[in-house]
């Protein structure tokens, strides 16, 4: 009985070197079975031709006339699948471009941070530095990131009809002043009545045309 028993001993370390080993062998990368980052936005068995820039490998040509017809040709990264316009698999084929740099694309190819810190009424009218990135269907030349100085357009939620309405209506008393966040001006109109009528006034022009906007710098919507 005891001379069965140590074969058997033998055996169960032997599985359980084997089993340390083979997780060992996993942990440190052998079958590694991550999914490629690139992977999340390249569609399977699509068009080669329709696939997002960050799936495929190009050949880029950067002598090219600007604004002139271009071909490249392309290979799919690892891990992607695509098809051609009979449906047949593929991994390398031809992309018609336009030869231009990224950064020299039309706005609406191209998406930009917005910035909420700098002032949208001021003389001259402020700008700040965006990053953009080119969409991805969209092809190009050079990087896909890119910074790009934009005017300051963003809003706070501040109707201009309501400003104005308020300086009309209630300018007496600094209404349209506190509506636009200015609580200094607003208490300088309602203790002085207005400025007897004449500050009242002049905020009315000054708001229809757009000159005086929100105390945080935003547009009016």
Not at 49 to 63: G, K, M, Q
Request: net charge positive; with cysteine.
């Amino acid at each position: 009985m005891a001379a069965a028993a140590g074969p058997l001993l033998r055996l169960r370390s032997l599985c359980r070197v084997l089993l340390f080993l083979s997780q060992f062998y996993i942990l440190s990368g052998g079958e590694s079975t991550e999914i490629p980052p690139y992977m999340m936005k390249c569609p399977s068995n699509g068009l080669c031709s329709r696939l997002p820039a960050d799936c495929i490998d190009c050949a880029t040509n950067f002598s090219c006339v600007y604004g002139k017809p271009v071909t490249f040709d392309c290979t799919v990264k690892p891990s992607v699948t695509c098809v051609d316009q009979d449906f047949k698999s593929q991994k390398s084929f031809i992309i018609n471009m336009t030869c231009r740099f990224c950064w020299q694309l039309p706005e609406t190819d191209y998406e930009c941070s917005n910035s909420t810190s700098c002032m949208t009424v001021s003389c001259p009218r402020q700008r700040y530095t965006a990053n953009c990135t080119v969409r991805d269907h969209i092809h190009c030349l050079g990087n896909r990131t890119f910074p790009k100085m934009l005017y300051c357009n963003w809003t706070g939620g501040y109707k201009w009809s309501t400003a104005l309405a308020l300086s009309i209506t209630l300018g007496g008393f600094g209404a349209d002043r506190f509506y636009l966040g200015q609580w200094r001006e607003g208490l300088g109109k309602l203790f002085s009545f207005g400025g007897l009528g004449i500050w009242t006034l002049i905020d009315v022009l000054l708001i229809g045309v757009g000159y005086v906007g929100p105390a945080d710098g935003s547009l009016y919507i």
